[in-house]
């Protein structure tokens, strides 16, 4: 059975930095692509970065420039780096992964207020 598990995530404060990972178990293939979701109370789930299994990187918008996504594919682990972090990033953060179905990890909250 496949198996998302994201850690790192915790309260912070403006400015601050936090990294999240998510390590996949239950697999014996290479995903497609990995990425980061996030969701905010009230708000849709939205995409913040992906990656796929070449390096190829793409970011939402509002992350650009102070999250990095990479990844280790033989540890089947992708990560987040989040770097000035502002209270607009305070959201669950879930972890997705692509081989021919959409995996999803269970969601760490990261909290970032002063």
């Known amino acids: 059975q496949v198996q998302l598990v994201e850690s790192g995530g915790g309260l912070v404060q403006p400015g601050g930095s936090l990294k999240l990972s998510c390590a996949a178990s239950?697999?014996?293939?290479?995903?497609?692509?990995m990425g980061w979701y996030r969701q905010a109370p009230g708000n849709e789930r939205e995409q913040v970065a992906t990656i796929t299994s070449g390096g190829n990187t793409n970011y939402a918008d509002s992350v650009k420039g102070r999250f990095t996504i990479s990844r280790d594919n033989a540890k089947n682990t992708v990560y987040l780096e989040m770097n000035s972090l502002k209270p607009e990033d305070t959201a669950v953060y879930y972890c997705?992964?692509?081989?021919?179905?959409?995996?999803w990890g269970q969601g760490t909250q990261v909290t970032v207020s002063s």
């Open positions: 997705k992964a692509f081989f021919l179905s959409a995996y």
């Open positions: 239950g697999i014996n293939f290479r995903f497609d692509v």
